[in-house]
């Protein structure tokens, strides 16, 4: 059963609410530079050859310089909070308390903010490809031919990613009120839930109040120059650099076929393609060098700041026979048959050669799980057998009626593989074995009676650490700050021991244990469906109607009872889809309303340290679509698309657990055109 409602209460404390600021943009280019030729060698025998270049690139482009800035920052004075996800729309309440860590003025204003971290990614791709290709055709007459050629395809993919980290108020808002202190007048309150229209919030009080800044990159630097001028450097969070390099070289012929079956009018087209593909994969990544437990459930990592270079090679084959056959049972009934083996190849992120390692969400010893990510470069393609098979009836000149089958048997799907080991040495100082800071402290808690939280392990853990060790200072200092009666630390002790210690592991921990995912070919499935199409005009009234409707179904589909901790394969992006166009087409006038509609489909897999599925609700669009030929040379149009407004919600294994929420909007477009 999924939660709908919560509501907590800080007893004699108060918890922070987030309002990280952002700022993104990249900047995309493409080029292409092409030659082709043609030689007819013969009235019946020619040669086409074609070669090009491709670059694509994108690259950081906000005013920093990078792809995204990010500025951490909160209001460490809520003193209740309360989530309604009951109707799939989240709503909530909010209660604050600025008198110990806010400007003590009974408002949440500006002056109640805290900073928390500064941070920056970057992000780098191109790719350039090199093409060329040499086709052959002959003209057997009667509609028959045969073509050949071959082809090779050079691709060279790079990626680099850099982000970094500068450390401010930290998660414990170790400077409160700092944020209008160090930059006044850059962060504004305004109504966030105000901006929706087709959902009510149901909002009032504190919870109609949101931050935003308009520029985060200002206040990003605003607060860098004063962090760094007490001694807070910025380090470097990732650094990593892939390339993928992928040489194919392949052949086909094709046989075309056009006669008679019987008396029936009939044509073949069968043929075959072998392609051959190299793959050379290296990184060049920074070694993490220590798991930092810096708050009851925060944790970083560590990067050297040397990078290392790590190298793979892949390789496949693969000979694919395609057949395509059609035959005019009557004159206004066709039927069709086709099978062919296609093959779609590996994401190139699945085939860098670098591995990450991430931290826990909590520490291991209270359920936290460390995770990692290792890929091969010897991934082969996902390999389809495709077979269709259709009727298509031509009742009246203009309108038509059709239904297919199609079965999809795909081999090679990528899954993934949970492995549990250890990465680049690294150690646990959460692992509340004994012998560690972490085991003693789970030790001295139960002794004492208290909960085994991951508040209260931290607190016990750092003060050791603080104390050189020493058990019983550190005991003194926590029950000294405890309150028996609600039985938690006092928040304002808490937050003080987060400002001081991040605890780094020691000889004493142990290695930690990553559940490291690698994609792997390990799944088989099967697509299966049929379709329906049709269009019909009434008469010469230019008044017409057209509509489909797909069925598809898999033998894989996503369990949402399965075990959080397990990953699980599944089929992404099945769903019935239908859709009826009224049409209207005569007199330069030409007029389309259509109605696309989209079932439910899991869109994607293993989520989060939960590993939950992903659904994409149901989705509806209304589109219009108007020209006019004002002469043959000249035409308007207009334009309306999404005209209900439609929105996309994305939910987790309970249709109330929504992920992600975005209300529609109609647009509209004026059109002209001149025909020179």
């Known amino acids: ?11 004699g404390s108060t918890k922070d609410s987030g309002a990280e600021q952002a700022y993104r943009a990249q900047k995309g280019q493409l080029k292409d530079y092409g030659l082709n030729a043609k030689w007819d060698l013969t009235d019946n025998f020619h040669i086409v050859a074609d070669g090009h270049v491709s670059i694509a690139s994108s690259t950081p482009d906000n005013p920093n310089g990078v792809s995204s800035t990010a500025v951490a920052i909160s209001s460490p004075i809520l003193s209740q909070y309360g989530l309604d996800q009951s109707t799939g729309f989240p709503r909530e309440t909010i209660s604050t308390n600025d008198s110990a860590k806010g400007n ?3 408002h949440w204003d500006v002056g109640d903010l805290a900073t928390q971290q500064n941070r920056q990614f970057s992000s780098w791709q191109h790719q350039n490809l090199k093409e060329g290709r040499l086709d052959a055709g002959w003209d057997l007459g009667g509609g028959s031919r045969f073509d050949f050629g071959g082809d090779y395809r050079a691709s060279k993919v790079d990626q680099r990613q850099y ?3 500068q450390t401010l108020g930290d998660w414990g808002n170790a400077n409160p009120r700092d944020v209008n202190a160090i930059a006044p007048g850059q962060v504004q309150e305004f109504c966030l839930v105000c901006t929706f229209h087709h959902h009510d919030p149901k909002a009032t009080g504190d919870a109609l109040i949101s931050w935003r800044t308009q520029d985060a990159t200002k206040l990003y630097n605003t607060l860098f120059d004063a962090y760094k001028a007490m001694g807070h450097n910025m380090r470097i969070d990732a650094n990593t650099n892939n390339r993928v390099k ?3 070289w392949a052949v086909y012929g094709q046989f075309t076929w056009k006669g008679q079956v019987g008396d029936h009018d009939a044509t073949m087209v069968a043929g075959a393609r072998y392609e051959r593909t190299r793959v050379n994969s290296t990184s060049l990544q920074t070694i993490p060098t220590a798991v930092v437990w810096q708050a009851d459930n925060d944790f970083t990592i560590f990067q050297s700041a040397a990078q290392q270079p790590v190298a793979a090679k892949g390789r496949y084959n693969n000979l694919l026979p395609s057949l395509d056959f059609q035959i005019a049972i009557r004159d206004n009934l066709i039927g069709r048959f086709s099978f062919s083996k296609t093959i779609s190849r590996p994401n190139y992120g699945n085939l860098f050669a670098s591995t990450t390692a991430t931290p826990p969400g909590r520490p291991t010893v209270l359920g936290g799980t460390p995770g990692g990510f290792k890929n091969d470069a010897d991934l082969q393609p996902l390999i389809s057998d495709n077979f269709d098979l259709s ?3 031509y009742f009246k000149p203009g309108s038509y009626l059709s239904g297919g089958f199609f079965e999809k048997r795909v081999h090679n799907f990528i899954g993934n593989s949970l492995v549990s080991q250890n990465l680049f040495g690294l150690r646990d100082p959460t692992s509340g074995q004994p012998g560690t800071r972490s085991g003693t402290a ?13 508040v209260n392990l931290f607190t016990l853990t750092a003060l050791m650490q603080q104390n050189g060790g020493n058990l019983a200072a550190a005991q003194a200092q926590f029950n000294a700050n405890y309150d028996t009666t609600n039985r938690a630390l006092k928040q304002s002790f808490v937050d003080s021991v987060l400002a001081a210690v991040d605890i780094l592991p020691d000889a004493n921990d142990p290695l930690m244990q990553f559940q490291v995912n690698t994609p792997i070919n390990n799944k088989d499935a099967k697509i299966w469906g049929f379709e329906l199409a049709g269009e019909y005009f009434f008469g010469n009234s230019g008044i017409g109607v057209a509509g489909s409707y797909t069925l598809v179904r898999g033998d894989v589909g996503a369990n949402v009872t399965a075990d959080p901790s397990a990953n699980q394969f599944a089929l992404v992006g099945l769903s019935d889809t239908f859709n009826v166009t009224a049409i209207y087409d005569k007199h330069g006038i030409s007029a389309r309303l259509a ?11 293993n989520r989060g340290g939960s590993h939950n599925p992903v659904f994409t609700a149901p989705y509806g669009q209304l589109d219009l679509n108007i020209s006019y030929d004002i002469t043959p040379r000249i035409s308007v149009s207009f334009e309306g698309i999404n ?7 994305t939910y987790g294994r309970d249709k109330v657990e929504t992920f992600f929420m975005q209300e529609g909007s109609a647009r509209f477009l004026l059109g002209a055109r001149f025909k020179f």
């Not at 059963?1 to 007893?11: A, F, G, P, Q, S």
């Not at 001295?444 to 939280?453: K, P, R, V």
């Not at 109605?595 to 897999?605: C, E, G, T, W």
């Open 104 to 106: 003590n003025n009974g």
């Open 442 to 454: 789970k030790t001295a808690l139960q002794s004492m009676g208290y909960d085994l939280s991951d």
């Open 595 to 605: 109605y696309n509609y989209r079932k439910k489909f899991l869109s994607d897999l």
């Open 391 to 393: 009727l298509e009836w």
């Open 163 to 165: 982000n970094t980290i």
């Open 246 to 248: 992928e040489n194919i």
């Open 1 to 11: 059963m999924t939660t709908t409602y919560l509501h907590e209460v800080e007893n």
């Open 643 to 649: 005209l209900t407004e439609e929105g996309i919600r």
